[in-house]
């Protein structure tokens, strides 16, 4: 029904991971449609010629991104124009709003051809128009490259469109569901005990690290009592059934408790922080943290007494880090990181990818926990995030 085409040799070599369609296939499934194929193509004429022919012959909605600027490399317009035998003719009103925005710019009047008779969209934010150009029930839909143009595209026109064209026909049910520590072949049967009972529906797993995400789709029927057993059955470790980052969840299990977080990093380097604060308004529960990364910082700012006796890895310094970090910022909770991420500093004691974990709470009670992970120093990093705001979350959401 929908197929998905990105533009663009910087896609096929790895140069630019192709975000583009992956924004546009969550935005349609928000709206109950999926996309049932996605290409990727070069900027070559022969081969986005090609793509393009295949792609209209199979399915009604055909979105591109990219390849709509005024370079030599830039091919989308002419050949989509060409395939609906469409003349690209001057538009006055795409030439007079690139005017009225950047002045007399050298690229404005090859930026300014449209298709003939294609729907053309204002470029707010970027100066490649989008179009549409429709012909015998099929919509080709271009869109610029440029991830924030194509988004503003997506949001203010795209999508009102294809509600109107997609209107009649039957919308996709759809439901997620993220739970904590298992894994595929533990959710395996009770999953396919749902799909045998609710026929049409389609499940997925996707497992990341420590987490594991269920989705439930179905055409012409609900899913939400399947979804309702999905959440029963693992309750206890059914952390959210919107959004797989733990911050997510975190940040709202802490602002619905009215408590506060505070952090203190060494291996990771911020990284946490970096990560809570990437929800919009973390400043409500979250008060900062402490990049401890040398001994004399751990020593001087939070007051760590064990590096001596037990080394800047090790669960009482974990701890007494956590604890430094309450004191220092008058949290209610605190997490703190100290590990070898490598790849050199391991010892046979205390080998690379080795982290210790401390979560402190005002109340007094705190709890450590050492580990080994495996995998190079990109994936230590990322495990030992994942792990303390899981521990965190997981804490939180048992002190009910
Ligand atoms: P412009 O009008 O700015 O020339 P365009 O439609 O020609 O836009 P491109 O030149 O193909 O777009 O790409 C512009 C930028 O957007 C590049 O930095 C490119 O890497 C990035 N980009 C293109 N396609 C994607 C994609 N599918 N996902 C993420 N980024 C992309
Ligand atoms: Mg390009």
Known sequence: MIEIVSIGTELLNGTTVDTNSAYIGQRLLSHGY??????????????????????LAKHDIVITTGGLGPTFDDLTLPIAAALFKEELVHSDEVEAHLKARFGDHVSI???????KNARVFLND??????????????HLILLPGVPAEMRYFMDTHIMPFID????KKEKIAHATAFLFGLTESEVDPFL???????????????????????????????????HREVSEKYADVFYSDEDRRIEKALHKEMIAKGKTLALAESCTGGMIAARIAQIPNASEYFLGGIVSY??????????????????????????????????????????????????????????VGTVCFGWSFRNGEAETERIVFSGDRCQVRFKTIEHALQGMLKRILCRH
């Open 294 to 351: 040398s001994n004399a910082f751990k020593e001087k700012l939070l007051h760590v007494k064990s590096l001596q006796n037990h080394g800047a890895v090790s669960e009482e310094t974990a701890r007494e880090m956590a604890e430094g970090a309450l004191k220092a910022s008058d949290a209610d909770y605190a997490i703190a990181v100290t590990g070898i991420a490598g790849p050199d500093g391991g010892t046979l004691e205390k080998p």
């Open 192 to 226: 396919r005990t749902l799909c045998e009972k609710y026929s049409g529906l389609e499940m997925g797993i996707y497992p990341s690290y420590g987490t594991l995400g269920i989705t439930l789709k179905a055409q012409g029927i609900s899913v939400d009592e399947a």
């Open 34 to 55: 999926s996309v049932s194929e996605k290409a990727t193509v070069a900027d070559e004429r022969e081969a986005l010629t090609e793509v393009l022919t295949r792609a």
């Open 125 to 138: 934010v970027g100066t490649a128009p989008s179009c549409i150009l429709s012909k015998e029930g099929k």
């Open 109 to 115: 009047s090859q930026q300014s051809k449209v298709p």
């Open 164 to 167: 109107e064209v997609l209107e």
